[in-house]
């Protein structure tokens, strides 16, 4: 019985020890709720015919709350702050959390490789980011006097469209994803300094109408690529 008592004592304190080990990374699975020995049949016991149990033990939390989430999360944060800023003209406060929002986009990546965290769900959280970001910032421009309306309204419409190809692209593909394209970057990363010269009234509606152009001619050569693949195909990043 004593050795009985030793063995089981050590078996336990070595499950503790692997719960308080696996706890550390900052990625890992929060693990609560995962059934143990398998699932089990609707008499209570486990096999291969038994059914599998559903709820949040079977989620992975490490893909949602991570470093790189929560600095992408940030960017999300700020933006009732931009409004304010921009609202009350104070454009150097607008001007520095649009840097620190594009410099959280530039290695919010950077932070999922390193912890790897890296997933559809961080994926689609940067492009709400990008997406809230430029909403917010030019609809506030345009209801504060900082630009015309019009413009921003071509520039915002084009960007729905664009949504709704990554939409497309999700129901083609069959699982929650973001569109890779080189170019829709080009114009994410343009945008920033679209929203600079908006702020510091530099020719802000010409380059608005030209990035509305530029836009366009992105999203209908993405338009192009989401329709052309085949269902349930990656499209290669470019």
């Known amino acids: 019985m004593g050795v009985v008592f030793a063995d089981r004592s ?20 929060a693990g609560r709720g995962r059934p143990r020995g398998g699932p ?15 709820g949040l033990g079977t989620v992975s939390y490490g893909k949602i709350i991570n470093p790189a989430n929560a600095a992408t999360s940030t960017r ?11 609202a009350t003209h104070r454009v150097v406060l607008a001007l520095v959390l649009l840097v620190y929002s ?18 559809p769900f961080g994926e689609m959280l940067d492009a709400i980011s990008d997406a809230g970001l430029f909403l ?6 345009a209801a504060t006097g900082y630009v015309d309306v019009l ?13 709704l190809g990554r939409v497309i692209h999700i129901r083609r593909v069959g699982r929650v994803t973001n569109f890779r394209s080189y170019m829709s970057e080009a114009v994410g990363g343009a945008t920033f300094f679209v929203l600079v010269g908006v702020l510091l009234d530099f020719y802000a509606e ?33």
């Open 102 to 119: 594009g410099v959280v986009d530039l290695v919010d990546g950077s932070i999922a490789r390193y912890f790897k965290c890296a997933g």
């Open 206 to 238: 010409t380059i608005i109408w030209w990035m509305a152009l530029f836009t366009i001619v992105v999203v209908l050569h993405d338009y192009v690529r989401i329709l052309t693949m085949k269902p349930g195909e990656e499209v290669p990043h470019v």
């Open 10 to 29: 050590a078996h336990d304190g070595a499950h503790s020890l692997g719960r308080r080990a696996h706890g550390r990374h900052p990625c890992a699975g």
């Open 136 to 141: 917010v910032t030019l609809v506030t421009a």
């Open 40 to 54: 089990r049949a609707p008499d209570g016991r486990s096999g291969p015919g038994a059914r599998p149990r559903g």
């Open 151 to 163: 413009p921003v309204a071509v520039f915002l419409g084009v960007g729905v469209l664009n949504a």
């Open 76 to 86: 999300i944060l700020v933006l009732p702050v931009v409004v304010w800023a921009m």
